[in-house]
Structures are given as structure tokens and as C-alpha cells.
């Protein structure tokens, strides 16, 4: 299932909003083997510390945020993506609002 349409041109920081002291998510792909996720955090909003069974790659797409890996901080900005491994604990903290996209594939 999937919430874009295909072969149309999308932008993507556009396709979700910010609101006010909340987490915004989008699932734009939703697949056995993966799926693709966008998400909108007001500044100081997070993710608390979790695990995930398969690999993850997270994309900065507008703002600024704090990722922790394994208790390894990581300061990303707008265009920088992160690789968080499989089974090991992350965390994300919007430092300003910012968007990301987050990919994982299963398989």
C-alpha cells in the first residue's frame, strides 16, 4: 500500500506539516520488504530510546536534530542521513523543528 501516486512528481518536503508540540508521520510506502516514513517534529519533540529488527537509514530533510546510536550523539542537519544498524538502541530529538525521512527495508 502506498499513499503517493505513481509516476507523479511530489515534493517531499511538502507532502507533511508541522503542528504545534507534536510528531507529525506519513507512511508513504508500506511494503512486506520495507517501508518509507516521513515525519514532521516540533523543536525539543522525540523519540524516546527503541530498538528495531532491521536496518534503518534516516534522512534529514528540513531543520536539525540530534540522533543517539548506541549513546553516540550525532548532530545531523538538512541533507544528512544516518545508517542506524538493526537491535541497536537510537533515540531522536528535534534540536528545531525538522522533517526526516526514514526508510527501512526488511529483507
Known amino acids: 500500500m502506498s499513499c503517493m501516486t505513481y509516476s ?5 518536503s ?3 506539516s508541522y503542528q504545534e508540540g507534536t510528531i507529525v508521520s506519513k507512511t508513504l510506502i508500506n511494503k512486506d520488504k520495507g517501508t518509507v516514513t516521513l515525519f514532521a517534529f516540533d523543536k525539543d519533540q522525540s523519540l524516546s530510546e527503541h530498538t ?3 536496518d534503518a ?3 534529514v530533510i528540513d531543520g536539525e536534530a540530534e540522533v543517539t546510536i548506541a549513546d553516540k550523539k550525532h548532530h545531523l542537519t538538512t ?7 538493526a537491535n541497536v538502541p537510537h533515540a531522536v530529538n528535534a534540536i528545531e ?3 526526516m525521512l526514514l526508510i527501512m527495508i526488511k529483507a
Do not use: N, T, W, Y
Open 52 to 54: 528495531a529488527p532491521f
Open 79 to 85: 541533507g544528512e542521513m544516518i545508517l542506524m544498524p
Open 57 to 59: 537509514l534516516l534522512q
Open 97 to 99: 523543528k525538522f522533517k
Open 14 to 16: 511538502k507532502m507533511v
Open 8 to 12: 507523479k512528481a511530489q515534493k517531499l
